[in-house]
């Protein structure tokens, strides 16, 4: 089901199925959130947990064994249930059971709680250890956002930029998209502004770091726009379906990113991985500024 939270600017709807949003609305009846056409692409806002990315051949090793995970991990597909609900927040909780232990053996409890104030909707993650070893995942969002957000406007006229001009290093993928390490500046002579182009995403997703915190897709012909800051996460990346014209773009902060190519990740090992103790919790997120 989904649940609706609103204040006098924005009216968002989240599912219970992934605790993924639906639909980011102003109060002139703008939406701003992809709908999920699935002629490119069916997903809106997906959370990724207990991974980011793809693993290889889809498996991990912990402790000797053998496991395996879908691509960004199993929180997509599970039912949250509601834990607190007002007028303008809603918290959604996973909690482990048996399916996840099967496939990822730990014990946890995974909350997602959207708070809306004024234009803005904050998006928080807490991870809590509820088992007896160090939980290990990683964290990370992907929400699309529908571009033009105008009438009369294109995809073309519309770009991402920094706050501040940076020395932007993009993540390297093979052509499966895995990690290669050997990520290259992303622009000579710095990134602040990124014009949007279809053929950018040709090769998939442009993943960077070294980067502000904030990112804000906008266009100097419209007055309606996007910012997200993302404290806690080192990466930000752009996207939309492959070799397409599709009308969005992804912008997805990750606290993580996919295994390397050609290798079976162990999780103890596994690069750049939260290790939370038993009995801690763990916050991160990210806020969606409506323009």
């Known amino acids: 089901m989904n649940y609706t939270i609103q204040n006098e ?25 992809w709908q999920g056409d699935e002629k490119y692409w069916a997903g809106r806002a997906p959370i990724m947990f207990p991974i980011c990315g793809r693993l290889w051949e889809g498996n991990y090793t912990y402790l000797g064994k053998t496991y395996s995970l879908p691509n960004h991990g199993f929180a997509r597909k599970s039912l949250f249930t509601l834990k607190s609900a007002a007028k303008s927040f809603i918290t959604l909780e996973l909690k482990s059971n048996e399916d996840t232990r099967a496939v990822y053996p730990f014990d946890f409890v995974f909350d997602v709680t959207f708070t809306l104030n004024e234009s803005k909707l904050d998006v928080k993650y807490e991870v809590k250890n509820q088992g007896e070893n160090d ?23 519309y770009y991402v930029s920094f706050d501040r001009t940076c020395d932007a290093v993009r993540v390297d993928f093979s052509d499966t998209c895995f990690l290669t390490h050997n990520d290259p500046i992303y622009k000579s002579g710095g990134t602040k502004r990124i014009d949007l182009r279809h053929d950018l995403f040709d090769n998939d997703a442009i993943f960077l770091y070294n980067v502000p915190k904030k990112i804000s897709l906008g266009s100097d012909k419209g007055t309606k726009g996007v910012t997200l800051t993302y404290e806690g996460m080192k990466y930000i990346g752009l996207w939309h379906a492959v070799k397409t014209d599709a009308p969005y773009v992804c912008i997805e902060p990750w606290s993580s990113v996919p295994a390397t190519d050609g290798k079976t990740d162990d999780l103890m090992t596994k690069e750049e991985m939260i290790h939370l103790p038993c009995g801690y919790s763990y916050k991160n997120g990210y806020a969606i500024e409506i323009k």
Request: glycine content about 10%.
């Open 9 to 33: 600017q924005l009216t968002v709807e989240i599912s219970d199925l992934g605790a993924e949003l639906m639909s980011i609305k102003s109060n002139d009846g703008t939406e701003y959130l």
């Open 135 to 157: 939980l290990i995942f990683s964290v990370g969002g992907h929400p699309a956002f529908n571009v033009p957000l105008e009438k009369g406007l294109s995809f073309e006229d």
